[in-house]
């Protein structure tokens, strides 16, 4: 079956690509780095600032029954009436400018008393959030424009432009907030009214204010900031999260006070600030789709509802928005980047069944007074079929590929459909495009391999394969990345970005590229760019003129989203392994980073980098096993299977992108991937605490810091894992009978009952011990099992009555408070802020000798699952003199590896140190998880069950069609 998918995969691809293809399908010659590239130079695209007539655009608009139920009148002549209203003098205009047009077009034709349902799914930067911001700005009559969208970077770039023109206010209420700013409000406020003498008062929330110079500020307990203020207390301002209180001498208990959250703190300063401020009517709020949360029997999108004092459904409810109409009767709400994170689908069916309660049922005797838009857009979700499969996948879902017919390369299309969005269906007007900014498109798949010969351990086994990698990979992957680097600065790139999620892996090829012998270039000529570079400095890196004279950006992929680089001509993408759809909806949205506008240094004009000769290059790593005892020809033709299947993939997903057409050779398909669907909880373990302090901890000391400081890091770094390394979770059914495979004495009576010699082939059903509980699923060699209906808790023990314990927990307490409050070092926020939560974990008000002490914490979730090895008894030493069956792990990082990526493939994954001084387990807890079994089961994905898969269905040809 393997080799015939290779001959399958090796059909579907270019010609050009043949030689390269059958090269990697045979069988290595062992010894030495393999590097397979195939080249493509993409041809037929379409450049944004290619031109279009308005008869063509025209001609684009695929009339149907959705399309004139939307406009309610022929949509052909609404978007030329758009297109001469965008540009009158032109009969051919660049692609942007049609793009615009239609979406003018489809919110000038916004009906009264409904919700009228535009999805934007153009190509990055063709300007989805660009059109609907210079509509609003041009309108003078009042409007409520709600923005949502993952990323707090891209929040803040929409009110900055809509609340400032040249730095002077227009006169447009803009509203922001972040769950950061309002856990840090009350103690910035409390350190001003010190400074100023002023009387303190209650402060629970924050919200930053701007496009007016003079603003009435009502008084209650939220804090209205200035952008400037909100950037001081970012940078300087370490909140903490939980208070703390004493059990007994022992015992601390930790939990969270109640904070109102973003979508609360958003409406209620707007109502008041309307209230106080009459003349204003046109406002606009901005917030992270992961506001979005469900809460018992209802979610946060309910506290919108604060946007009013009266409920909808009451008749001063009726009044109270019949006065709102009158002087805001526009409501357009905008969900950007709708697949960047998992809340965004039920994120958007909620806000469609708020928008209804809100607006439309308080009048159903009478004709509501508003306009309301519901604007969905993502880049990723490339045509109708697609967004429309996304949005309704269900409340959850996991990452997937989604696969649509396509109607062949065009750069635009309109066209509608009735998309079920919230309860009911809505006539939906879809704008699409399909371009890319550049003059010329070559692409490199460069396939690395690196050679691994297992070794000896220190007491002289031989490694296993997992080991010898582990021990090789970090080097590997860091020539690699060197050496494609190197690559394109000898062939005079401009300005290099390379893209990966490992934020320590980018400071050490920083290191790499500018020290020793080997060195690339100099230190000012390459930056690193991700959501651990303060704030300050990430603003001035990717803002003219230090962005244009960067030579090498570093970055991930959250650093760069709605980040251009017009200089850039080489990007270079490391693809992970894992995860791999999510990856792969990443890789559509990085390889737009490369556009936009910058200044000519010679005469100070604005120049347009849209038309430079680009290369993208997609780096696959991998390694070749060596040794004697490995029948390297069966493994390399499921491994070179594997690397082929990912490259069809990639570059499937690529023109996908770029043509609207995944350019197979059979098949006109769309091939689309997608994250998953399905919101967190908001629960904040202490284990999160302890995991971002050693992620930052590692990102810091391999950044540009001095010697002294990283040593007070790295010193806090191998103390936490030391005094945090006992973590215990305790489950307590409220049903005493209830049981549980954790339970030792549980599954022994299941295995003795299975494997005594006495057993029945057919045993009795009614055996007590033979009943599996429901809760419980058995997949491959792991158990999982739901604790969905236990009152949990996570607990940290520290055993004081060891000297070194004691001695050391001191020594901890003693960095933490250094890197929190050091005035001498300037450690950033990103650390600062778990170091004082872990500080505030471990310090105890009792004084006094105890034997052991410990810090527990409440898990109020319904969201918990705990999976652990099948047969995990086999692990305890039955020889142990006290009966306390402990065993010893030769590698428990590989346990709680192996064991995490059953129940997920990202996240936080407890115990974060693992120390098991029973037996190998983990932990996920505050949001649900998605077993193979669930997947599997499911006639959603049935493909993902067969052999011959999805993949290789789609390749085939239909010989019929190519007669």
């Given amino acids: 079956m393997t080799a015939m998918k290779m001959i399958l995969i ?34 037929g695209f379409y450049n944004p600032m290619d031109e279009v007539s308005k008869a063509e655009a025209i001609a684009a608009v695929e009339e149907n029954e959705a399309l004139f139920d939307f406009f309610g009148e022929n949509p052909q002549s609404q978007i030329e009436q758009a297109l001469n209203q965008v540009n009158p003098h032109n009969e051919k205009i660049p692609l942007p400018q049609v793009h615009q047009a239609a979406v003018i077009a489809g919110l000038n034709a916004a009906q009264l008393g409904r919700i009228n349902v535009i999805a ?3 190509n990055p930067g063709i300007g989805k959030t660009t059109a609907v911001m210079q509509f609003i700005q041009q309108r003078s009559q009042g409007f409520l424009f709600l923005y949502l969208s993952p990323r707090v970077v891209i929040n803040r770039d929409v009110t900055d432009k809509i609340a400032r023109n040249n730095g ?22 409390e350190q001003q009214a010190k400074q100023n003498g002023s009387q303190p008062r209650r402060i629970d929330s924050a919200v930053v204010v701007d496009g007016f110079e003079r603003l009435n500020h009502p008084d209650c307990s939220i804090l209205f900031l200035t952008p400037e203020q909100e950037q001081e207390i970012d940078c300087n301002i370490v909140p903490s999260t939980r208070s703390k209180r004493s059990l007994n001498e022992r015992e601390d208990s930790v939990e969270s006070p109640h904070r109102p959250g973003v979508l609360r703190t958003l409406a209620t300063s707007a109502r008041k600030l309307l209230e106080a401020n009459p003349r204003v009517n046109r406002l606009v709020m901005t917030a992270a789709i992961q506001g979005y949360r469900t809460l018992n029997e209802s979610t946060t999108v309910d506290a919108l509802s604060k946007l009013f004092s009266k409920p909808a459904n009451t008749k001063p409810g009726k009044n109270e928005r019949s006065a709102f109409a009158a002087k805001i009767p526009t409501i357009i709400v905008m969900v950007d980047e709708l697949a960047g994170d998992g809340a965004g689908a039920p994120f958007v069916h909620k806000l469609a069944e708020w928008l209804h309660q809100q607006f439309l049922d308080p009048f159903e005797t009478t004709p509501s007074p508003f306009r309301i838009v519901l604007i969905v857009a993502d880049a990723s979700l490339s045509n109708e079929v697609v967004l429309n499969s996304f949005l309704n996948s269900g409340d959850r879902a996991p990452d997937k590929v989604l696969i649509s017919q396509s109607q062949g390369e065009a750069p635009f299309r309109v066209t509608g459909t009735y998309t079920k969005v919230g309860p ?32 000896l351990t220190s007491d002289g086994t031989k490694q296993t394969i997992r080991q010898a990698i582990r021990e090789q990979l970090e080097d590997q992957l860091l020539m690699n990345a060197y050496l494609e680097i190197e690559r394109g600065l000898q062939q005079g790139a401009e300005q290099l970005i390379f893209f990966a999620q490992d934020k320590a892996f980018l400071r050490h090829l920083q290191d790499k590229l500018t020290s020793g012998k080997d060195a690339l270039v100099n230190k000012g000529q390459v930056a690193v760019l991700d959501q651990s570079v303060p704030a300050n400095k990430r603003l001035e890196l990717v803002k003219e003129p230090r962005r244009d004279q960067i030579r090498v950006f570093l970055m991930t992929s959250s650093g760069a989203r709605g980040v251009s680089f017009p200089k850039t001509d080489w990007i270079i993408a490391a693809i992970p392994r894992f995860n791999i759809e999510a990856a792969l909806m990443e890789v559509a949205q990085l390889i737009y980073r490369g ?37 390297r020809k069966r493994l390399w033709l499921r491994q070179s299977s594997d690397l ?3 490259l069809v993939m990639l570059r499937s997903t690529i023109h996908t992108r770029i043509k609207g057409d995944a350019g197979l050779k059979y098949k006109r398909i769309a091939f689309v991937p997608v994250g998953l669907i399905g919101d967190e909880e908001l629960l904040r373990l202490m284990s999160d605490e302890v995991l971002d302090f050693l992620h930052e901890t590692k990102v810091f000391i391999r950044d540009n810091h001095s010697q002294e400081a990283k040593a007070i890091a790295i ?23 209830a049981k549980s495979y954790v339970n030792y004495q549980t599954l022994e009576a299941l295995v003795k009952t299975v494997s005594r010699m006495s057993s029945r082939l057919l045993p009795s059903l009614d055996n007590h011990e033979l009943q599996i509980p429901d809760g419980l699923t058995c997949i491959g060699p792991f158990w999982i099992e739901d604790w969905s209906d236990r009152q949990t808790e996570e607990i940290f023990s520290f055993e004081a009555w060891k000297a070194d314990v004691k001695q050391n927990s001191s020594r901890l307490l003693g960095s933490l408070k250094e890197i929190a409050e050091s005035k001498k070092f300037k450690f950033p926020s990103k650390l600062k802020r778990p170091a004082n939560e872990l500080y505030k974990l471990l310090s105890r008000e009792q004084e006094g000798f105890v034997i052991e002490s410990s810090t527990r914490q409440a898990l109020k979730t319904k969201n918990i699952v705990i999976g652990l090895p099948l047969d995990y008894p086999l692990f305890w030493d039955e020889q142990s003199e006290d009966d306390m069956r402990q065993q ?3 590698d428990p990082q590989a346990w709680r590896s192996a064991l995490g990526r059953s129940l997920t493939p990202q996240g936080l994954i407890i115990p974060v140190v693992p120390h098991y001084r029973t037996f190998p387990w983990v932990a996920v807890a505050g949001r649900r998880i998605f077993t193979q079994l669930e997947t599997v089961f499911s006639d959603r994905y049935f493909m993902a069950s067969s052999e011959l898969n999805l993949l290789n269905t789609i390749l085939l040809e239909d010989e019929t069609e190519n007669k």
Wanted: proline content about 6%; hydrophobic content about 35%; overall charge neutral.
């Fill in 595 to 631: 556009r936009g506008m910058y200044t000519d240094p010679e005469t100070g004009m604005q120049v347009s980098g849209d038309y430079k000769d680009r290369r993208l290059v997609m780096l696959i790593n991998d390694f070749i096993i060596e040794g004697e005892d490995i029948d």
């Fill in 715 to 737: 010193k806090a770094a191998n103390l936490t894992e030391q005094i945090f390394k006992h973590l215990n979770l305790t489950g307590q059914a409220s049903d005493r009978n």
């Fill in 644 to 646: 082929l299947t990912l």
């Fill in 120 to 122: 934007l799914e153009g």
């Fill in 888 to 890: 010893v792990l030769q």
């Fill in 168 to 189: 002077n206010t227009t006169g447009i209420l803009t509203l922001t907030s972040n769950a950061n700013l309002i856990v840090s409000a009350p103690k910035w406020y």
């Fill in 424 to 455: 009911r269906k809505h006539p939906t007007l879809h704008v699409m495009t399909n371009s890319y900014p550049a003059r010329k498109l070559d692409i490199d798949y460069s396939i690395r391999l690196s050679p691994v010969t297992p070794g």
């Fill in 10 to 43: 090796q059909r579907s691809l270019p010609s050009d690509f043949k030689t390269q293809a059958k090269r990697l399908a045979e069988n290595p010659t062992p010894g030495g780095h393999l590097h397979f590239l195939f080249q493509e130079n993409v041809k």
